[in-house]
């Protein structure tokens, strides 16, 4: 008779229940802090902001705005920038949309907005859904990090 049989049924029972624990099926739970607009030049915007996620992981998928019907999503890679389709949210992490970075751009705008106005965008998540966001307009040089 073999008495480790019923210790490893319950060593696997055990483990596969420890596994279940970490399941990303967890709901996203999303903030979104200190977004921000540089006052465009052109008929070109971007914007910044971070999300952050105390829940499961999710994606951001798109981006929409009245200001613009050409807002996309891009992110700078060795100096060069490019259009992506998504952002990953990770679970209990941030995603930081920044300068040099991931970012929002804004395409022939249908008004440029200036310094101290608030531009509202709506964050579209592959989970999550959509979240609406105002997002202020600062300087042209402005940069949170070098403040």
């Known amino acids: 008779m ?3 049989t019923p210790l490893l049924g319950a060593l696997a029972l055990t483990t596969g229940l ?8 967890e709901a996203p739970a999303l903030e ?4 921000f607009m540089p006052q465009p030049v052109s008929d070109m915007a971007a914007g910044f ?3 952050k ?10 981006v929409t705005s009245s200001l ?22 990770p679970a209990g992490g941030e995603l930081d949309l920044e300068r040099g970075g991931g970012h929002i751009m804004f395409a022939d705008l249908k008004k440029r907005p200036r310094q101290g106005d608030t531009v509202s965008v709506k964050l579209h998540f592959e989970k999550a859904g959509a979240i609406s966001v105002d997002v202020p307009v600062k300087e042209t040089t402005y940069n949170p990090k070098k403040q």
């Open 2 to 4: 073999n008495h480790r």
């Open 18 to 25: 420890a596994l279940t624990g970490c399941s990303s099926d």
């Open 32 to 35: 979104v802090t200190g977004a």
């Open 49 to 51: 902001l971070v999300v």
């Open 53 to 62: 996620n105390s829940g499961g992981s999710d994606r951001l998928t798109s």
């Open 68 to 89: 613009s019907d050409h807002v996309t999503i891009h992110e700078t890679k060795n100096q060069a920038m490019r259009m992506v389709s998504s952002f990953e949210v």
